[in-house]
């Protein structure tokens, strides 16, 4: 299997600098060159970066969501947490409805990988075109 990119956790068992230097809310960058003790040159993209790119495409949708450094976000739904939940869960999309936490409006969905962020937001984008 050839790794294209590299998320944290790969990198946690490499000695090396911080790779998330540098990453800012008002400077973000795709993608690092990480050089491993092999030699070998990596892309790595930080997860500051795919959060930004998910609350970027939320705001395009018009929806609000709570500003966090957590790997998590916690947006609002119209039509209930709960129900876009159900219909994300069907298109095989997981993430979690809010309503056993007081929050029925909202769902939490984890910053992930950028295919799955891509197809979270494409699928969130359908789901709640249908409500």
């Known amino acids: 299997m050839q790794v294209k990119c590299l998320t944290w956790g790969s990198l946690s068992k490499i000695s090396m600098g911080n790779p998330n230097a540098g990453f800012t809310e008002g400077n973000i960058q795709t993608a690092k060159k990480i050089i491993t003790p092999e030699g070998s040159a990596l892309n790595y993209i930080s997860g500051q970066c795919?959060?930004?790119?998910?609350?970027?495409?939320?705001?395009?949708?018009?929806?609000?969501?709570l500003r966090t450094q957590t790997n998590f976000i916690l947006v609002r739904v119209p039509g209930g947490g709960r129900v876009v939940y159900e219909r994300m869960l069907r298109e095989g999309v997981i993430i979690r409805a809010m309503d056993s936490w007081g929050l029925s409006d909202y769902i939490r969905v984890c910053v992930g990988l950028p295919d799955e962020n891509r197809r979270f937001v494409e699928t969130l984008r359908r789901v709640l075109t249908g409500l």
Do not use: D, N, P, T
């Open 50 to 65: 795919q959060r930004h790119g998910i609350r970027e495409r939320l705001a395009e949708m018009g929806l609000k969501f």
